[in-house]
């Protein structure tokens, strides 16, 4: 959980700045690309 967690908050601050409301899909995303 701790591993997910560090993960979201990186593609947070990175990308998902911009979204906001698809935190949780950013991860999911970023590991696609």
């Known amino acids: 959980v701790l591993e997910m967690e560090n993960e979201k908050s ?3 601050g990175s990308e998902c700045i ?3 409301a698809c935190v ?3 991860p999911v995303e970023a590991l696609s690309l």
Do not use: R
């Open 10 to 12: 990186h593609y947070k």
């Open 24 to 26: 949780s899909v950013c």
């Open 18 to 20: 911009e979204c906001g």
